[in-house]
């Protein structure tokens, strides 16, 4: 019995034996198996002036190890007196300007490196300011050593910003990204009048951000801003987004005091007074125009149509026939004119209508007959002159119809009908 115990004794030692000496091969096999790297590696130190190189070499992934370990480093960033040390404000800087750099990289192996590199850069930043007040012209330099200029690195992390926002925009049609970018662009430069009428009016309301345009237009606006596209984008987005009346009427309002020479711009205001129902103020608007230029023929167009929406019909026909005198080929004042001689007709056919099947009715009927045509006669001249303007005119051909039909003109009444199947008017 004892020289079996002491045999199994043995034979245990050996399995122990066996199994230290496969252990050992296993740990060589994955020494071997290893990169050199992964072996060598040793833990970063904190060093802006290794994560400055990195940077300048174009290694954002080294740059980003080295910033990292240089930013959490207790002993590089506080004093012993538990201040921000020396060199605390230039390696949050620097940590802003790395994260930047990846969050606009198009390497792929460098924009991985991190989800969103911006709100850690933005951060960075920020403590950069909080600690050094901007004191420090210039954090980095340049390969050759000169320093560069905080504004200089903020004006080229922009433009990388901006072109980003510009791919976005145009590449990707991804109007939400563009703006994102766009943003991030005025972070750096956030005065920037260029930047900021292009982000009001074109970025942000592709992106329909508009409470955030209309910010930017009115920060563009604040700062000198005076490109006449902001405006009309400012009024577009009161006007058709936020159903806000009156801010829009104030936008064209600034319009017409800004660019008095632009007969486009009293439109605007027109158009606002017109959608609110303030018909007199409308109309005081366009006075104002055709007074100021006598060979305006929109503007006495315009009064025209106030005039009849104030059902004052004389002063309608006087100012659409000032415009037809300034211009005989202007259509819409023709078919404004047209309507007006017209309604003499429809009034006295809204009488005989009214009227019963007695003696007396008929007797009546007969004399207003011969009125209504005397009218329908005067009228046809003008709505004649409509179709020679604009022959394809649906509310023309059918006014034509109408009164070819009621004169008995039997050769026109064909006319028009052939006119009016051929464009699908009647079956």
Same mark, same amino acid.
């Given at each position: 019995?004892?020289?079996?115990?002491?045999?199994?004794?043995?034979?245990?030692?050996?399995?122990?034996?066996?199994?230290?000496?496969?252990?050992?091969? *296993?740990?060589?096999?994955?020494?071997?198996?290893?990169?050199?790297?992964?072996?060598?590696?040793? @833990?970063?130190? %904190?060093?802006?002036?290794?994560?400055?190189?990195?940077?300048?070499?174009?290694?954002?992934?080294?740059?980003?190890?080295?910033? /990292?370990?240089?930013?959490?480093?207790?002993?590089?960033?506080?004093?012993?007196?538990?201040?921000?040390?020396?060199?605390?404000?230039?390696?949050?800087?620097?940590?802003?300007?790395?994260?930047?750099?990846?969050?606009?990289?198009?390497?792929?192996?460098?924009?991985?490196?991190?989800?969103?590199?911006? %709100? *850690?850069?933005?951060?960075?930043?920020? $403590?950069?300011?909080?600690?050094?007040?901007?004191?420090? %012209?210039?954090?980095?330099?340049?390969?050759?050593?000169? @320093?560069?200029?905080?504004?200089?690195?903020?004006?080229?992390?922009?433009?990388? +910003?901006?072109?980003?926002?510009?791919?976005?925009?145009?590449?990707?049609?991804?109007?939400?990204?563009?703006?994102?970018?766009?943003?991030?662009?005025?972070?750096?430069?956030?005065?920037?009048?260029?930047?900021?009428?292009?982000?009001?009016?074109?970025?942000?309301?592709?992106?329909?951000?508009?409470? !955030?345009?209309?910010?930017?237009?009115?920060? +563009?606006?604040?700062?000198?801003?005076?490109?006449?596209?902001? +405006?009309?984008?400012?009024?577009?987005?009161?006007? /058709?987004?936020? $159903?806000?009346?009156?801010?829009?009427?104030?936008?064209?309002?600034?319009?017409?005091?800004?660019?008095?020479?632009?007969?486009?711009?009293?439109?605007?205001?027109?158009?606002?007074?017109?959608?609110?129902?303030?018909?007199?103020?409308?109309?005081?608007?366009?006075?104002?125009?055709?007074?100021?230029?006598?060979? /305006?023929?929109?503007?006495?167009?315009?009064?025209?149509?106030?005039?009849?929406?104030?059902?004052?019909?004389?002063?309608?026909?006087?100012?659409?026939?000032?415009?037809?005198?300034?211009?005989?080929?202007?259509?819409?004042?023709?078919?404004?004119?047209?309507?007006?001689?017209?309604?003499?007709?429809?009034?006295?056919?809204?009488?005989?209508?009214?009227?019963?099947?007695?003696?007396?009715?008929?007797?009546? !009927?007969?004399?207003?007959?011969?009125?209504?045509?005397?009218?329908?006669?005067?009228?046809? @001249?003008?709505?004649?002159?409509?179709?020679?303007?604009? @022959?394809?005119?649906?509310?023309?051909? /059918?006014?034509?119809?109408? *009164?070819?039909?009621?004169?008995?003109?039997?050769?026109?009444?064909?006319?028009?009908?052939?006119?009016?199947?051929?464009?699908?008017?009647?079956?």
């Amino acid at each position: 019995m004892k020289l079996k115990l002491y045999h199994n004794q043995n034979k245990k030692q050996t399995n122990k034996l066996k199994l230290k000496l496969e252990m050992k091969k *296993i740990a060589i096999m994955l020494m071997l198996l290893m990169p050199f790297g992964v072996m060598a590696q040793k @833990p970063i130190k %904190p060093s802006t002036a290794n994560a400055e190189k990195a940077l300048r070499d174009g290694k954002l992934d080294e740059a980003k190890a080295i910033i /990292d370990a240089t930013t959490t480093s207790q002993d590089f960033m506080v004093d012993k007196k538990g201040n921000p040390s020396k060199n605390a404000a230039k390696a949050w800087y620097l940590k802003g300007v790395i994260y930047a750099g990846i969050d606009t990289t198009s390497i792929e192996k460098f924009k991985s490196l991190v989800p969103d590199g911006f %709100p *850690i850069a933005k951060e960075a930043f920020d $403590k950069a300011k909080e600690i050094d007040q901007d004191k420090t %012209p210039a954090f980095l330099n340049d390969p050759s050593g000169f @320093p560069m200029m905080n504004d200089q690195v903020n004006a080229f992390m922009a433009q990388k +910003y901006f072109d980003a926002a510009v791919k976005y925009y145009q590449d990707d049609k991804d109007y939400k990204k563009a703006f994102e970018f766009t943003e991030r662009t005025m972070y750096f430069i956030p005065e920037d009048t260029s930047i900021l009428m292009n982000a009001g009016v074109f970025f942000g309301p592709s992106a329909e951000e508009w409470d !955030k345009s209309i910010a930017l237009i009115n920060k +563009y606006h604040s700062l000198g801003g005076t490109n006449s596209d902001s +405006y009309i984008q400012l009024f577009s987005i009161y006007r /058709d987004k936020k $159903k806000d009346n009156d801010a829009a009427l104030k936008v064209a309002q600034d319009m017409v005091k800004k660019y008095p020479n632009n007969t486009e711009y009293p439109k605007y205001e027109l158009d606002m007074y017109v959608k609110m129902n303030r018909l007199p103020e409308a109309k005081e608007v366009m006075l104002r125009e055709a007074n100021a230029n006598p060979n /305006d023929k929109e503007s006495r167009y315009y009064l025209g149509v106030i005039s009849s929406e104030l059902k004052d019909m004389d002063e309608a026909r006087k100012w659409y026939a000032e415009a037809i005198k300034l211009d005989d080929k202007y259509f819409e004042p023709q078919l404004g004119l047209s309507e007006l001689v017209f309604l003499d007709a429809k009034e006295v056919k809204a009488q005989m209508n009214q009227l019963g099947n007695s003696k007396e009715d008929f007797k009546k !009927k007969v004399e207003l007959d011969k009125v209504y045509q005397d009218k329908l006669k005067v009228a046809l @001249p003008y709505w004649e002159k409509c179709e020679k303007l604009s @022959p394809d005119e649906p509310k023309v051909l /059918d006014v034509l119809y109408l *009164i070819y039909t009621d004169l008995e003109m039997n050769a026109q009444v064909t006319r028009i009908e052939k006119r009016m199947k051929t464009l699908g008017l009647l079956d």
